[in-house]
């Protein structure tokens, strides 16, 4: 009897607990999610040629909210640092791929092939305010079944572009597997006035038939009221940033970057993996180099990101150039 008197009191004192306005208050002050939305495109400096378009969608949950199927077999392991809150993050994307030549039929031999990416992805990262480890892993379709036919051929109709002729040359339709680990660390942070200063060294690697790389680089931020997060969202291949942000007012900083692969397999140049196709001499050391610019407010975030890429392949006349937006709510 006494035991469920104890059981009784703690149950009212549990639902009081429950009901008080200090708590209800602090539930309603529960970080939220961010929502993020990506575009590159190399219209932006007036091309349409190799990687020429990009968006993603995607949802990161606020820290401390990872499901427990995603959480539980990775919270211990090697992968990630000690004391970290993790997030979640669910995405969705397409990527798309042309020669130089579009207007022509069949498609030049010795220009990249037409090919489109569609997938979906989930991610688990943690964080322990130094350090930042992510895994992804995202499955999809490269080939017609990705649509990126129909969405060039869409824009191009709208903006009067010229038409692709190529298409029917893409490389052809097969599963599309990706499982990438990246790491950024806080290696310096400084007050100068009124600005922070940043530097980032990352690593990472990338395992599957869409890519298989090994990456190297950093990056540098500095500003006014710089939010907690480690720099602008990207689309893969790409220098990592990160896709939840946490600012109380508004800031602005300027940010640069580097990162160098070493390329085993990029599926749109080596073409498909099981049948023979249009394909490309992939060149195995690549780099980007980024420049760009960040607005934040308490619940909204907008990047701009100029990207230049070294030349991918045998043969390429020019080295890629391409802008990335992104623009991020918290709710």
Request: glycine content about 8%; overall charge negative; some cysteine.
């Amino acid at each position: 009897m006494k035991l469920v008197l104890r059981w009784c009191c703690a149950c009212v004192a549990t639902a009081a607990l429950l009901a008080s306005p200090a708590l209800r208050a602090e539930e309603a002050r529960e970080e939220p999610g961010v929502w993020t939305f990506i575009l590159e495109n190399d219209l932006f400096y007036n091309q349409d040629r190799n990687y020429t378009n990009g968006i993603r969608l995607e949802y990161a949950t606020p820290p401390g909210h990872a499901p427990n199927w995603l959480l539980d077999p990775l919270k211990d392991s090697f992968l990630f640092p000690e004391n970290a809150e993790f997030l979640a993050t669910y995405a969705a994307g397409q990527n798309m791929y042309t020669p130089r030549d579009i207007g022509v039929f069949p498609p030049p031999a010795d220009q990249r092939p037409y090919a489109g990416w569609l997938y979906g992805e989930v991610s688990l990262a943690g964080e322990n305010r130094r350090r930042f480890h992510a895994l992804k892993i995202s499955l999809g379709v490269v080939g017609p079944a990705s649509l990126a036919e129909q969405s060039q051929k869409f824009v191009h109709e709208i903006i009067d572009g010229v038409e692709p002729l190529g298409w029917d040359a893409q490389l052809r339709n097969e599963p599309a597997l990706l499982i990438a680990y990246q790491r950024s660390w806080r290696m310096v942070q400084k007050e100068l006035g009124p600005f922070d200063l940043e530097v980032m060294p990352t690593v990472g690697v990338n395992l599957g038939n869409v890519f298989t790389y090994a990456a190297g680089g950093s990056s540098l931020r500095i500003g006014w009221r710089m939010p907690d997060d480690y720099g602008a969202p990207r689309i893969q291949p790409s220098i990592p940033g990160s896709s939840y942000f946490k600012a109380t007012q508004f800031g602005a900083y300027l940010f640069a970057g580097v990162e160098g692969r070493a390329v085993a397999r990029n599926i749109f140049l080596d073409g498909n993996s099981f049948r023979d196709g249009p394909s490309v001499d992939k060149n195995t050391w690549i780099a980007d180099a980024q420049v760009g610019v960040a607005l934040v407010w308490p619940r909204a975030r907008v990047t701009y990101t100029h990207v230049l890429r070294t030349d991918e392949f045998e043969g390429q006349e020019h080295a890629s150039q391409f802008g990335a937006v992104s623009l991020q709510v918290a709710f």
